[in-house]
């Protein structure tokens, strides 16, 4: 039917479909495929968005995980439809502690709350 059209619920829920599976490529692919279209569809990525994507990369095992994610926080600042929360904070900074990072977790925390006055 070509009344049908994608939703930003419909978008989400595929993305949190590959999240699941730990199919991070995909999740990353259908997230940058909503930023590049999202002028002409109206459809702009959310939290949810990047979060799915976010718990992909953690899914997949992927040493890259952390950061993808960092890219991720990253790409949310410069949209206003999904600025990044402290819960993507906690994401992120989770990752890096998870990959043993923890210097770079500790760093990104201060830079957060520095960015945000604390």
């Known amino acids: 039917n070509s009344d049908l059209r994608p939703t930003i619920a419909s978008y989400n829920t595929v993305v949190d479909c590959y999240a699941r599976w ?4 995909e999740a990353e692919a259908l997230l940058q495929e909503m930023l590049s279209r999202s002028s002409q ?3 702009y990525p959310d939290q949810l968005s990047f979060h799915s994507v976010m ?15 960092l890219e991720l926080m990253k790409e949310m600042q410069r949209h206003r439809h ?17 990959h043993g990072r923890t210097r770079e977790a500790t760093e990104i925390a201060q830079e957060w709350k520095e960015s945000i006055g604390v």
């Open 22 to 25: 730990g199919r991070a490529q």
């Open 55 to 69: 718990y992909a990369w953690t899914k997949a095992g992927d040493q890259s995980a952390p950061d993808k994610c």
């Open 82 to 98: 999904s600025a990044p929360t402290d819960q993507t904070l906690l994401k992120v900074v989770k990752v890096f502690s998870n």
């Open 41 to 43: 569809t109206g459809i």
